[in-house]
C-alpha cells in the first residue's frame, strides 16, 4: 500500500477550497444523530448530513430521491430504529448508509453524495462545482 497526503484543510469562507471542516470526528458516533450542515447545491441552499455507519463516515445531501423533502424523523435523527438504512420520514424511502442506494420504499433513485474525509480528528466535506459552501453574510 503506498501511503498518500491528503489535502490541507481550505480557508471554509473561500468559495474555491476543496475541502471544509465539518466537526470534530467524536461527534459522530456509530449509527447515531447526523450533523447537519448547509451546502449550495445547484445553486440553491439546502441541508446536508454526515453519519458514521460502521466505523466510517458518510455525507449524503438531505433530500429523499422520492420527493426532494428532509429524512429526519426528529431533528438529526436519520437512521431507522435498528440503526442499519436511513430513512425517510415523510414516506418511508429506506438507504443504504454506506451507498446512499434506495433499497425499500418509494425512493427515486440513490441520495447526492457528498465526499468527506477525516484528518486529525476532524471531519471534512468536499466541494466540487455543483456543490458549494455556503457564505453567509453577516451584518456590520
Do not use: K
Not at 442499519?84 to 429506506?94: F, Q, R
Not at 433499497?103 to 433513485?109: E, H, S
Amino acid at each position: 500500500m503506498v501511503a498518500r497526503s491528503l489535502p490541507p484543510a481550505s480557508d471554509p469562507t473561500d468559495p474555491d477550497s476543496a475541502w471544509h471542516p465539518l466537526c470534530a470526528s467524536d461527534a459522530l458516533r456509530d449509527s447515531g444523530d447526523a450533523v447537519p450542515f448547509d451546502v449550495r447545491w445547484r445553486g440553491q441552499t439546502c441541508r446536508a448530513f454526515a453519519v458514521r455507519y460502521q466505523g466510517r463516515v458518510y455525507a449524503y445531501l438531505n433530500r429523499c430521491s422520492h420527493v426532494g423533502l428532509e429524512l429526519d424523523w426528529l431533528p438529526n435523527r436519520v437512521f431507522d430504529a435498528t440503526g442499519t438504512l436511513l430513512v425517510c420520514a415523510a414516506h418511508g424511502a429506506l438507504f443504504d448508509p454506506a451507498s446512499g442506494r434506495c433499497v425499500g420504499g418509494p425512493g427515486r433513485g440513490p441520495l447526492v453524495p457528498v465526499a468527506v474525509r477525516e484528518d486529525a480528528g476532524v471531519v471534512f466535506w468536499r466541494s466540487q462545482y455543483d456543490l458549494q459552501p455556503v457564505i453567509w453574510d453577516t451584518p456590520a
